[in-house]
């Protein structure tokens, strides 16, 4: 195994740590709550959270050039 490879698979493996962490968060701040007022709005909150970081993932998919002046 090379460099480039070990490097895929750590940071496939972060990335899969790092979503299910989330995901965790984002169940546990909803179950949490105590009225379904707050629940509604820790719903809201979370899909605005995720869809933030997909639109980020995103572009950084798309668009890699910044992300290389980033680095």
Request: proline share 4%; glycine share 18%.
């Amino acid at each position: 195994m090379d460099g480039g490879q070990v490097g895929l698979i750590g940071g496939l493996l972060g990335g899969a740590i790092g979503i299910l962490g989330g995901a965790l968060g984002t169940f546990f701040s909803i179950k949490n709550t105590s009225g379904p007022r707050e629940q509604a709005f820790m719903v809201r909150v979370s899909i605005a959270a995720w869809l933030i970081i997909s639109m980020f993932i995103a572009g950084l998919l798309l668009l890699p050039q910044p992300y290389n002046w980033l680095l």
